[in-house]
């Protein structure tokens, strides 16, 4: 497909194009050592790994070594690391798996307000099935209040569920204190680690973790490969029927040069990357602060994802900037809708206490280890200038935060129904 800007010309071949990709929380682009590698398990080594001939036990020497190398990145044995087919399915596995486990023992699960919709939609559909959800309170940051989760813990208590590191607002929970929480009471913890893996440390050991979730997507693997580590010892029922495979735990054919290539990405993830985004991402928060006004950073300033920007920009609706700066080649992403049809404003954004009219105006730009300085210069010029033209052009320009909450509201009412 020919792309072609405002005159007409295409961009590839325009000089002044560029593609600047700041999304990298939605997906990452995959490495491509994590490519090269993952290449011989599609056309060489194509065996299954419950073969008992050469090219069966090839693929499982493979999934073993991914295993271990997974593993030790957070302190974990090789046979508590069960793949699966990401992110979303290891939230489920975690969550359906101990509340169906352990059903005589107590319903009740204590998550948070800002969960990623794989924790919140999964806790939604166990409260029809007559389980109850404590949903805890996040402050003006998005941390919650270990207290709070203390007071709320009841005998009928079986998981805690804490997202790690927030793929709106980057905050990145203290996981220590909270897991010291639920070993005194007794309680599994889980942590959807699918943003903060190899970007913050994770040791299940010194955490007091139970289960945490894995995608490899999100850290320059490929997608449709995720991971679940569940401690030995840990009560939890399997969702599908199939064969025994991953330890009776997740039926199904290995899927080896995804699993491959997600033990490589994890290899390779370094520190120093993090801390060279951290740093471009900082230069980005104060000059957007600094340069445009009435401008809001969501989430914290410490303890925050090395790769995660989230501003306000008030008076705007979101997606206007989004396509605005998609047309200069430069995706970011909104948050602030669930989908083109749902003009709710993001939970993670009204849980932090953000105004849902001024929630619609937020960004969230998010780096990787390929992001330049340049690009964000770039980016920078184009959000000015952006934000500048749809403000001239907003009736809401100017409005105070009620006045914009009212228009918001009638603006919903005029989509009832839809
Ligand atoms: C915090 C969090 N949990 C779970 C998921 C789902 O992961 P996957 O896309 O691998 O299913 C995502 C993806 O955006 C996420 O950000």
Known sequence: MKLSNDSGEGLENSKNFQKIYLDNSATTMVDKEVAKAMQPYFTKIYGNASSLHQFGQEAKRALEQSREIIAKSINADPKEIIFTSGGTESDNLAIKGIAYANKEKGNHIITTKIEHHAVEHTCKSLEKEGFKITYLD????????????????????????????????????????????????????????????????????????????????????????????????????????GGAHEFNLRPGTENIPGIVGFAKAVEIAKQEDCKKIAELRDYFIEKVLKEIPETKLNGPTKDRLCNNINITFKFIEGEALLIKLDDKGIAVSTGSACSSKDLRPSHVLTAIGLHPAVAHGSIRFTLSKYTTKEELDYTLTHLKKAVKELRELSPLWGQSEEELTKAAYEDDHEHEGE
């Open 138 to 241: 996040v402050d003006k940051e998005g941390f919650i209040n270990p207290d709070q989760l203390k007071k709320e813990i009841t005998d009928k208590t079986i998981l805690v569920t804490i997202i790690h590191g927030n793929n709106e607002i980057g905050a990145i929970q203290d996981i220590e204190p909270i897991g010291t929480i639920c070993k005194e009471h007794n309680i599994p913890l889980h942590i959807d680690a699918v943003q903060s893996f190899t970007k913050t440390e994770i040791d299940v050991k010194k955490q007091n973790i139970t289960l945490s979730s894995f995608s490899a997507h999100k850290l320059h693997g490929p997608k449709g490969i995720g991971a679940l580590y569940i401690k030995k010892g840990t009560k939890l029922n399997k969702l599908i029927e």
